[in-house]
Each structure stands twice: as structure tokens, then as C-alpha cells.
């Protein structure tokens, strides 16, 4: 499968089927919200005293109603798009039974079925914050605390078997030149995004492939930016 200059590593049924989900979720959640926006108060509740009573609001507009739904929008859209740079590879033929074929999709899948959880999971958060606004009482509910756990324990489950099926690598011929400070792997002659590591113990990037930096930017995105943009907007 061919998009403009670059090879695809074929996606599995589990990926295609956990991109669904995240659509679905989403759409889902901006449905049940725009639904629900009339009945909310004019004025959301935002912080609340030790008692559960409010003591701080704002204004209810569409933009804030829907914030469960930018939330899951951050999340496929990132990590859609890192699954879609391990399945990238540079032009020509990709062997689908070669050992980094094999190993960018089962990353690919376990990063979009990641997604697919917390997306949903966002979608119950949707529901529990209009339920809050609408009591004007402080708490997302128990529910929420259980989703949460099933969502964390759904994603160690999910890593857990991607670290399974990745199995271990056979270890490439030791060349000095292809690896930086003894650890790091850098050939922009090998096609592979996923090589061996020198022990061939596990897995490593190919730095010599401009998309391993485009990842673990994404990836540093994940962790620090994208929270800082969502309370920034939150608190606006």
C-alpha cells in the first residue's frame, strides 16, 4: 500500500478496528453533548468547597460543554498519527514477514487499541461531567474512579501482550559506525524503523530514519504539551 513516496506496513484487523472505535467514541460524545447543552445550567459549576458545594463557576459555551470531545480529539489524533509513522516506511517493497514489519504492527496496534481505551474512557467522562454540572455537586461519581482502573489495567493488559508478540530479536552484525554513544543505532541505509539492540535483548529506533525523532516528539508531546494546552484552554 502506497502513499505518495513512502510504504505502509500493513495495519492489523485489531488496528483498523480500534481507529473505529475512537471515531465512533468521539462522535458519539459530541452528540450526547450537544444534546444535553440546553438542559445545562447557565452557569457550570467548577470548583467546590470540601463539602462537595460550588463556590466557583463559568459561563456554560459550546466550546467549554465540549471538552471531553477535544480531549479524545488530542488523543487519536496523536496517537493515530504514531501509529501511522511505525507503520511508515521509505519507498519501495515491504516484506510483511520481516522481523520490523512484524514488530511495527503489533506496535501500531497496541498504541491505536491505547488510544481506543482512553477515547472511550473520555466519552464516560463526558457523561459523568454533565451529570455533575447538572447536581451542582462536586464528584465525577464512583463509576469514574472504576472506569479509570479498567481503562489502566486494559492498558497493561494491552502492553503486556505487545511485549509478548514482539518476542526477542535476533541481534544485526555489530558495525561501529551505525551506533551513537554504544547505544543508539543510526544507519540511514537501513529501511527499518525497529532494529535490534546490540545485545538483541529488545527492540531500539533507527535514529538514521527522520521519523524516530518525529516519534518520540509526539511522544514528549503526549506528556507535556498536550496537558499544558488543555488547562490553558480549560482555565481560559
Request: charge should be positive; proline fraction near 8%.
Amino acid at each position: 500500500m502506497m502513499v505518495g513516496s513512502a510504504t505502509m506496513v500493513q495495519p492489523t484487523p485489531m488496528t483498523r478496528a480500534a481507529v473505529r472505535v475512537m471515531v465512533a467514541a468521539t462522535l458519539a460524545s459530541a452528540l450526547f453533548l450537544v444534546i444535553r447543552y440546553a438542559d445545562l445550567p447557565s452557569l457550570l459549576p467548577v470548583h467546590f468547597k470540601t463539602n462537595g458545594a460550588p463556590n466557583g463557576w463559568q459561563f456554560k459555551t459550546l466550546a467549554r460543554v465540549l471538552m471531553p470531545v477535544y480531549v479524545q480529539m488530542a488523543l487519536a489524533a496523536t496517537l493515530g498519527t504514531i501509529g501511522a509513522l511505525l507503520l511508515t516506511r521509505p519507498a519501495g517493497s515491504v516484506d510483511p514477514q520481516s522481523p520490523d514489519a512484524r514488530a511495527a504492527a503489533v506496535a501500531a496496534e497496541a498504541v491505536t487499541l491505547i488510544g481506543a481505551i482512553w477515547v472511550t474512557f473520555q466519552g464516560y467522562a463526558a457523561f459523568a461531567l454533565v451529570n455533575m454540572w447538572t447536581r451542582e455537586r462536586a464528584g465525577l461519581g464512583r463509576p469514574y474512579l472504576y472506569f479509570e482502573l479498567l481503562g489502566i489495567v486494559l492498558t497493561g493488559i494491552v502492553g503486556t501482550r505487545a511485549h509478548a508478540r514482539l518476542g526477542r530479536p535476533e541481534p544485526k552484525p555489530y558495525v561501529p559506525e551505525h551506533w551513537m554513544l554504544r547505544q543508539l543505532y543510526r544507519n540511514s541505509a537501513d529501511p527499518a524503523l525497529f532494529v535490534p539492540t546490540r545485545d538483541g535483548t529488545r527492540w531500539t529506533l533507527n535514529f538514521g530514519r527522520p521519523v524516530a525523532a518525529t516519534l518520540l516528539g509526539l511522544i514528549i508531546a503526549i506528556g507535556v504539551l498536550a496537558p499544558i494546552g488543555i488547562f490553558a484552554l480549560a482555565l481560559r
